[in-house]
């Protein structure tokens, strides 16, 4: 019983690595004009392909969530020279983002709904600007920040969590096909 349960410990806690929460990891986060604004982007660590971006806006005086603003998103590549098109996996080569300027963020996009957000697809690895402009009212503001995107990981080494479920499952049922055996011989002798 101790085994098993150590076991399913261990399997929480390797699996909560892999969970995703909501937003994202945090690219900017300070004052534009009257808004303050915070940008997160998923997954963590960023690779070429497809990409969420999100963006919290607050007043900068209370910081109460804005809910009524246009926001959009401009993203241009910082390195000079062309890449050659990496390996994508299937889903990201059919649905390739054909302009990366002046994408529209939808409010609600995701599970939070204070957030504007966009899912863009990176074509390349490397130092790409982000710039999200707002405009709510008369009022307009301006951010920028600088995106590291790595290259796509090899197939292998994009999946291997899901090569590790049929092993679980073959682990599991041997650890109950044993517990079950020592139940059935300890009550025999017994």
């Not at 699996?15 to 945090?26: E, K, L, V, Y």
């Not at 998923?42 to 392909?49: K, M, N, R, S, V």
């Not at 074509?123 to 009022?139: D, F, K, M, V, Y």
């Given at each position: 019983m101790m085994r098993a349960t150590f076991i399913l410990g261990w399997l929480l806690l390797a699996?909560?690595?892999?969970?995703?929460?909501?937003?994202?990891?945090?690219q900017f986060q300070g004052d534009a004009g009257t808004f303050h604004v915070t940008v997160f982007t998923?997954?963590?660590?960023?690779?070429?392909?497809l990409i969420d971006v999100t963006l919290l806006?607050?007043?900068?005086?209370?910081?109460?969530?804005?809910l009524d603003?246009?926001?959009?998103?401009?993203?241009?590549?910082?390195?000079?020279?062309?890449?050659?098109?990496?390996?994508?996996?299937?889903?990201?080569?059919?649905n390739k983002t054909a302009d990366l300027s002046d994408v529209p963020a939808k409010l609600g996009h995701g599970e939070n709904r204070l957030l504007y957000g966009s899912v863009v697809?990176?074509?390349?690895?490397?130092?790409?600007?982000?710039?999200?402009?707002?405009?709510?009212?008369?009022?307009s503001?301006?951010?920028?920040?600088?995106l590291n995107v790595a290259p796509v990981p090899l197939p292998p080494l994009a999946y291997w969590h899901l090569f590790l479920?049929?092993?679980?499952?073959?682990?599991?049922?041997?650890l109950h096909q044993m517990a079950r055996a020592r139940r059935t011989h300890s009550a025999v002798a017994g």
């Open positions: 699996s909560a690595r892999m969970s995703w929460a909501d937003g994202g990891t945090i998923q997954p963590p660590i960023l690779h070429a392909g806006l607050q007043e900068r005086s209370d910081l109460n969530p804005l603003a246009k926001v959009r998103f401009d993203l241009a590549a910082q390195d000079s020279a062309t890449q050659p098109a990496p390996w994508m996996p299937p889903v990201c080569a059919m697809q990176i074509p390349n690895s490397g130092h790409w600007r982000l710039r999200a402009r707002i405009q709510r009212g008369t009022e503001a301006e951010i920028e920040t600088l479920l049929v092993p679980a499952g073959i682990l599991g049922f041997v």
